[in-house]
Structure formats: C-alpha cells, structure tokens
C-alpha cells in the first residue's frame, strides 16, 4: 500500500479538531506581531533617533544578546529588529505542538492505531500534520506581510519579513517531526523540540553578545535576525530555512520506517526487577518520574544565570547615550537604577521560564491519568489527595531550586565582574526569590484547571502565554494598568530597592487557594 494514502482525509481530520487552536494561534501571533511593529515605529519616528538606538545598542552587550544586532537605522529595519524574538518565539511553538499533537500524542494515546487500522499508509499521519503546520506557518506569514505593509513599510522588506517567521517556524515543525520518531511519548517529544528551541535561542544570544559571533550562525533564530529585511534583504535566508526543514524531514522520513509503531527509536532504559525502597510510597514514585527534569532544568538554569549575571555590569552603559533606551529598561522591571531595572527584567523572563517547568510538572498529573497509569496507584491506599500532592510538591520544589539555582549563579557572575561577591550574592538571591510566589501562582492555575475542568488544562498554558505577553509588550504597547495586573508577575516587587511583603504574601495566599481548589475538586470528580 502506498505510505501515503489517506493524507488528504487525516488533514481534513486535523483541520477539524484544530478549528479553533489554530485560528487562535495565527490570530495571537499576527496580531502581536503587527502590534510590537505599531509601538516600535511610534518610539522611534524619525532617523535621528534610529541612529542614537542602533549606536546604543551595538556598543551594549547585554541589550545586544537579548534583542539582537539593529542592522540598519530605517523604520523597518528597527522594527524588524525589536519584533524578531517575539515573532518567532510563538511560530515555533505553534509548529512543534501542532506536529506533536497529530503525530505523537495521537499514537501514545491510541488513536493512530484505530486510523492505521483503515487504507491510511504508515507515513500519512506525519505528512499530514508536517502541512497543517505549514500550512498555519504560511497563513501567519502572509498576514505579517500584509500588515507590515499596510504600514507604509516597503512590501519587498515586509514579505521577506513574513516569510522568514514562516520558514522558521516551518523548520521547527520538521524539528518536532524528527523528535517524534525519537521519543514514545509526547511529553518528551516536547522537550526535545523546546530543548532544541532554546539551544537555538542560546547560540544566537551568545554570538550577538559579540564573544562568539560565528555561534548565531549555528541558530535558525540567528539566521532569522540576518536576513536583514529592510536593508540588504537577503532572500537566500529563507532558503536555508527551508533546505534545513527538507533534510530534517527526510530524516524523520527514514526514521518512521526504522520503528515499531507506539515506540521511538530511543528505548527507555529497562528498570531494575524489584523496586527499591524509595518506590514504595506516592512520593518516591513522583521523584523518580520528576528528577531527570528538575536537573536537566536545573542545570539550565545555571547556564543562563551565569550568562546574565556576567554582562549584566554593561547594561549601565545605556544611560551614557540615551535616555529614552533607559527608560525604556526600567519600565521593563524596575524604577531605580538601571542596572537593577535590568537585573529584574532578567530574573523576570527566567521566573516565566520556571513556571514553564511548574505548569509541565504540575500537569503530569493529568498526563498520568489520561494513560490510566493513576488508576492502579489509586487503587492501592494511596488517597486521590495524596497522590495528587506527590507531584504538586516537585512542581514547587523544582521551580524554587530553579530561582534558587540562577540567583547564585547570576549573582555569582555579576559580584565577580563588580568585585563584590558576597555583597552581590545574596541581593541577587533575594531577588530571584521573590519572583517565586508569582511561579506558583502559575502552577496554582494549572493545578485548578487539572482538579475542576480537566479537560481545559491547555488554558494554563494559553494563561502563562498571556502572562509573558503582558510583561514583554505591555510597556511597549502602552497597555492599561488593570491589564498589565492580570498578569502575577507585575505585582512582583522590584530588585533591592522595592522588596516588601504585602504582595508576596497576597500572591502567596491566590496560589495556595487555587492548589486547594484543584485539589478538593480532584477529589470529587470523576477519574478519566
């Protein structure tokens, strides 16, 4: 039978259950997109002001690595460049949980056992959601386009723009499609991909930093801020993206073939015949299922503390040149200092990313229930309660050792290149702490959703999403105040110069309630 028969009936079928997911998320994307472009041309109207934040930012490191190199001074140029990071963040992300959903997910749950029992080939399901994603990808990029000239912006620059987010993000669809041949569960799919994702991210970061230009070439996201819209408008980029994403394709191709299906490629190691003592109670169970992620986290973490904490000292540089960039920073995270406005901006973007881990972990719970692996746990002693708090408790304990590992190691990094190790050490600690209540809060919403609607859970994610949002655009996009306070992370108080107790202890009190929500609606619901 023909490998790919039955394509066009699994697109239709997938087109169907993403009616809504995907509009949702071409909408969000386009429409962040072209709202950051909006801002950015209204901060900077003229050319004066486009060459004092080029010169500004190409002699800072620290604003450098996060935002990437402005390449050019005109309008479009520098709107390309403040919106790079967003735009592809969320094409990404888009594109692996789509590829993921209809290929890995779909097989570990055994729905593509009941299909490939029908005249549908082996590599259907793969081809199928590799042009769903494409697809969404191209949709998105074609709107960009549209809307960034629809701003007066040269339409040659704007749809080189639009079809490099497209062409990134269709490569990290064929990224997840790779991934899927890898791993035998979605969970780990995920990871792989966002594993890859961040690696991505990092590589590009570290080259634009200037310590190792050569590195943001290894990045798709460095190809992505290199293909210079607006200014040399390299078109060639767009074709690396895709040559990249028609090998990775190729190999997911040779890999399918290669696997039994409802396996990976990558067996998981067979355990011990008998269960060692720690494995006799609900929580020994959770921590071994937890610790591979909370090092793997952990060691991350680490990394981008270091990072952070070793160019956080040239962030002051800012101040020399140009004001407006200043406070630009401060508005980002803090009212004081420059340095502490760009400390807090920092610890804020690396508390998202730990209740990125909080929310995975905290929904392991429904991930354990839905493969009826909770069912023979449940049925022994073990209460619903106590079940449910065995991973709670990591999902806290995992992201409170992630603040706690990138506070000492940024603060570590910056008291070095300060001279003032113990001084800096435990400020900055202190800093990255106080960000916890707002991660737990996170997790709260996640473990409420699993315990009173548990077929909502992606609304954590979609909540977390908002959360990030809010906290990278909304000084930019000049949002209201009641908007910006939806977000947890904008009652956080600020670093060394603003830490009181009034809002940890009422962020404290909201996570701790929705936990006891989910909780007590877990142990009333129906299991399944």
Known sequence: ?????????????????????????????????????GSVAELYPDEASRVQVKATIGSNPAMTAIYGTVYDTSIGAVVMWRLAITGALLVTLMSIMTVNRH??????????????????????????????????????????????????LPADGSFLAGMTFGAVGI???????????????????????????AVAFVLRLIGDAGTATWLSWLSPIGWLQQAHPYAENRWWIV???????????????ALVGRRDHGAGLVRPRPGPPDASASLSGP????????????????????????????????????????????KIVEQMGGKSALID???????????????????AATLRLRAEETTVRAEPVLATGVSRIRWALSHLVFAVVGATVMLIAAGLAMGLAYGISVD??????????????V????????????????????????????????????????????????????SPFTHVPKLLNDISAAPLIWLSVVAVALMAAGLTGFRRRDIG
Do not use: C
């Not at 990224?175 to 990871?191: K, M």
């Not at 909370?294 to 004001?323: E, H, Q, R, Y």
């Open 103 to 152: 290929t890995r997910q779909d097989e570990e749950a055994g729905r593509l056992e009941l299909i490939g029992a029908t005249a549908v080939g082996r590599n259907a399901p793969m081809v199928a959601a590799l042009l769903v994603a494409t697809g969404a990808n191209v949709i998105s990029a074609l709107l960009i386009s549209a809307g960034l000239t629809g701003m007066d």
């Open 420 to 433: 003032d190790v113990s001084g800096q050490l435990g400020n900055v600690l202190e800093a990255a702490l």
């Open 435 to 486: 960000q916890l209540p707002a991660t737990l809060v996170v997790a709260g919403i996640a473990m409420a959703l699993f315990g009173l609607a548990p077929r909502y859970v992606i609304g954590s994610w979609a909540a977390l999403t908002v959360f990030w949002l809010i906290g990278q655009l909304g000084p930019a996009l000049q949002l209201p105040q009641w908007l910006m306070n939806v």
């Open 1 to 37: 039978m023909n490998t790919l028969v039955g394509t066009g009936s699994l697109i239709r079928l997938a087109l169907r259950l993403d009616r809504v997911r995907l509009p949702i998320w071409i909408l969000v994307t386009v429409g962040l997109v072209l709202a950051t472009a």
């Open 171 to 197: 490569a990290f669809a064929a990224v997840a499609a790779v991934a899927a041949q890898l791993a035998e569960n979605a969970r780990t799919v995920t990871g792989i991909a966002v594993l890859v994702l």
């Open 283 to 326: 929580f020994g169970l959770a921590w071994r299922l937890h610790r591979g992620s909370i090092i793997g986290w952990m060691g991350g973490f680490i990394v981008l503390g270091l990072m952070f904490g070793s160019i956080a000292n040239s962030a002051t540089d800012l101040v020399k040149d140009n004001p407006q960039v200043a």
């Open 341 to 359: 406005a760009f400390m807090t901006a920092i610890l804020g973007i690396i508390a998202l990313v730990a209740s990125v881990y909080a929310v």
């Open 239 to 253: 074709a690396l993206l895709l040559v990249v994403a028609i090998v990775l394709v190729g190999v997911a191709f």
